[in-house]
């Protein structure tokens, strides 16, 4: 099963997407549609408001008087409290049940609006916003909702920021334009990306690597990584996980592969996370293990087909943990080693552009660490750098 979490402003077309994945088949859980079935009359839900604040939150025929309620609890943060206490462990109820009653290959996609502003994003194996210009958000609540411009500028602006989103954004789709262009990337996402995923992560299988080609530096990189982080974080339990490798080095060119080290207190501690990060999409490599031939770690990669990873579980205070570290501070420290190393990664690009064999890449790779290494620990003791 891929849990993907989708989410943006009001107005924006979140609605419009989860629509059309609907139609490719995902099972859809919508988190507005369940605020409201916990509270239909004749439910439990409704009993318990209905307790807290008063009959006076009823219409005439019974049901919750939504304007009615808004208006108690709009001033009152406790009020507000209160009503979240009694509508949101229901909708989670709900929401544990549909997800349970899921196919193993469902593509469950989790309507959630205050996705951003309740940090729900690292549950998720992919995270999609759909964004919108604001103006363009206001004329549409307007023509669609009959909401007053005013009224529509104000609920947005109580909302996330476009900055806040698209730091948890691992898909951004802008529906700016006409529908008929965010329904076409809401085809393309399905079938290029969640459908693939999908079948990764339940056959336990990771992104295919290509070619060790070479891409400038990419100012996401830090953010993706980011967020794959605070996936493997939530799977942890707060284990430290930190970006390495050429793509956590500003300027540096890599190859569009994102390192992260995760560090253990042992490799028992390590293989007991194999199988709750292969089901976050994160599949164990059961080869690979080692650093230069020795037993030193274990080995992820990621399942999602648009975000290929290597995953390091890797012993704290152990020699390669903490070169891993070294080599990426003292290269975004210094202009030549950086161009040293450019230069290196450029001749094993041109050399291994057809064979691919990732096998001698590593040995090259290798031999210019090991020659940089001493120069890497003068510049430790020089600054006084600590891991
Ligand atoms: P949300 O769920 O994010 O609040 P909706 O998907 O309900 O947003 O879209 C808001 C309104 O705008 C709907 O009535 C929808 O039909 C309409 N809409 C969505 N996308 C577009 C678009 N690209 N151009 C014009 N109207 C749109």
């Not at 549909?98 to 194996?125: F, G, I, R, T």
């Not at 950086?338 to 031999?367: C, M, N, P, W």
């Amino acid at each position: 099963m891929l849990r993907v979490g989708l989410t943006g402003g009001i107005g924006s077309g979140k609605s419009t997407v989860a629509g059309r994945l609907a139609e490719h088949g995902a099972v859809l859980i919508d988190a507005d549609k369940l605020a409201r079935e916990v509270v239909q009359p004749g439910t439990p839900g409704l009993a318990a408001v209905v307790e807290a604040f008063g009959a006076e939150v009823l219409a005439p025929d019974g049901s919750l008087d939504r304007p009615k309620l808004a208006a108690v609890v709009f001033n009152s943060a406790e009020q507000r409290e209160r009503l979240n206490g009694i509508v949101h462990p229901l909708v989670g109820r709900r929401t544990a049940e549909m997800l349970a009653s899921a196919a193993d290959d469902a593509v469950v996609v989790h309507d959630v609006p205050l996705l951003v502003e309740k940090n729900y994003a690292p549950m998720y194996h992919l995270v999609v916003v759909v964004d919108a210009d604001v103006e363009e958000r206001v004329r549409r609540l307007a023509e669609t909702r009959g909401m007053s411009p005013q009224d529509a500028r104000a609920r947005i602006a109580a909302q996330a920021t476009v900055e806040q989103r698209r730091a948890v954004a691992d898909v951004w789709l802008d529906n700016s334009s006409t529908p008929d262009r965010v329904l076409a990337q809401a085809d393309a996402l399905w079938a290029d990306r969640l459908v693939p995923f999908e079948a990764n992560v339940r056959l336990r299988r990771w992104g295919r690597y290509g070619n060790p080609r070479l891409y400038d530096y990419n100012a996401e990189w830090p953010l993706q990584a980011a967020r794959l982080a605070a996936r493997i974080e939530l799977v942890t339990g707060g284990l430290r996980v930190d970006h390495i490798g050429s793509t956590a080095v500003p300027g540096l060119p890599a190859k569009d592969i994102i390192d992260l080290q995760v560090t253990v207190s042992s490799l028992d501690q390590a293989d007991g996370f194999a199988e709750p990060l292969t089901a976050a999409g994160f599949p164990v490599r059961p080869e690979n293990t080692g650093d230069r031939g020795k037993e030193t770690k274990r080995y992820h990669n990621c399942a999602d087909p648009g975000r290929l990873a290597n995953i390091h579980l890797r012993v704290e205070g152990s020699e390669d943990w903490r070169n891993a570290l070294l080599f990426r501070d003292w290269l975004r420290a210094s202009v030549e080693e950086r161009a040293s190393y450019v230069q290196l990664k450029q001749g094993i690009a041109k050399r291994f552009a057809s064979a691919g064999d990732l096998a001698e890449v590593a040995t090259a790779k290798d031999a210019w660490f090991d020659s940089a290494l001493p120069r890497a620990q003068a510049w430790a003791e020089a600054t006084g750098w600590q891991p």
